[in-house]
Nanobody
Framework: HVTLQQSCPGLVKPSQTLSLTCTVS??????????WSWIRQPPGKEPEWIGYAAYSGSTYYSPSLKSRTSISRDTSKNQFTLQLKSVTPEDTAVYYCARGLGGPLTFDNWGQGTQVTVSS
């Protein structure tokens, strides 16, 4: 049974870079047709998809966050990492990593979720 374990940055100050890592317990993140995404849900709002790193290494980001977002992989550790630059309080949310199978939005496994608060 695969698990996605997220790191826990907690509190981030405005203008800093938010960094979250998701470690995949079983299988390789390079296995064909897996897409490794980040999603967030601000308080009282709908979930928002941030972007993905595909099994091939390609990445794709939501246009609304593209200028501030980077998703990278460490295949030796079977991890993928979200970096969101220049955060503001509007980036406060529960952040989730997730696995998509066959397509970037067909999620079949989720991380536990991490509350990230942006505050000085």
């Amino acid at each position: 049974h695969v698990t996605l374990q997220q790191s826990c940055p907690g509190l981030v100050k405005p203008s800093q870079t938010l960094s979250l890592t998701c470690t995949v317990s079983v299988g390789s993140i390079t296995t064909n047709y897996y897409y490794w995404s980040w999603i967030r849900q601000p308080p009282g709002k709908e979930p928002e998809w941030i972007g993905y790193a595909a099994y091939s290494g390609s990445t794709y980001y939501s246009p609304s966050l593209k200028s501030r977002t980077s998703i990278s992989r460490d295949t030796s550790k079977n991890q993928f990492t979200l970096q969101l630059k220049s955060v503001t309080p509007e980036d406060t949310a529960v952040y989730y990593c997730a696995r998509g199978l066959g397509g970037p939005l067909t999620f079949d496994n989720w991380g536990q979720g991490t509350q990230v608060t942006v505050s000085s």
